[in-house]
């Protein structure tokens, strides 16, 4: 009779083979896959934007009562047909009383035609009690070289409509009309 002293080695594969095997199965199974095609084009926009008029709790004040100017930075979520989701940031600094405040801005923006676009933002000021809505009436220009970085310019009339409820104040309700100029990408 005899008697084995040394265990026998097992045929099978080492841990590190098994994954290395996977991995290659697994890069051929998603290369054969058909890929899917992206419904959405993502882009944005820079530019400044300046509040020419503005009425406020029964005055009315112009740029050159009191400047103020934005810098709307946005994000745009395009789909296939003609409606746009927008994602706004807007600092801003305003002079009587000298203040900066963030105003997020989210809108929907639809394409009219001819490189015009109409649409309406929600508006939260970040650093005050006003909130409210925005609509928007947009031509745009495309540039002869869309292999740049920057693909338009455009103007756009803004109508902001806010609702200013302080804390043991009294409601102002401000309504602008402004011009905002920029860039896309």
Do not use: C
Request: zero cysteines.
């Amino acid at each position: 009779m005899t008697v084995d002293i040394y265990p026998r080695k097992h045929s099978s594969l080492p841990l590190s083979m098994f994954f290395a095997s996977l991995a290659v199965v697994m890069m051929f199974t998603f290369a054969m896959t058909p890929q899917a095609l992206a419904q959405t084009e993502i882009g944005g926009h820079v530019g400044f934007v300046l509040p020419l008029v503005t009425r406020a709790g029964g005055d009315t004040t112009t740029i050159g009562d009191n400047f103020g100017i934005g810098f709307p930075i946005g994000v745009t979520f395009k789909g296939k047909g003609r409606m746009a989701l927008d994602m706004e940031f807007v600092p801003s600094i305003q002079n009587e009383p000298r203040q900066v405040s963030l105003l997020v801005h989210p809108g929907l923006i639809w394409s009219v035609g001819r490189g015009y676009s109409a649409g309406v933002r929600a508006a939260f000021d970040v650093n005050s009690s006003q909130f409210g809505f925005t609509p928007l009436l947009n031509k745009s220009w495309k540039f002869a070289n869309q292999d740049q970085f920057f693909k338009a310019y455009f103007a756009e009339a803004v109508l902001p409509v806010r609702f200013n409820r302080p804390t043991g104040g009294i409601a102002t309700n401000p309504v602008t009309f402004g011009i905002h100029f920029g860039l896309g990408f």
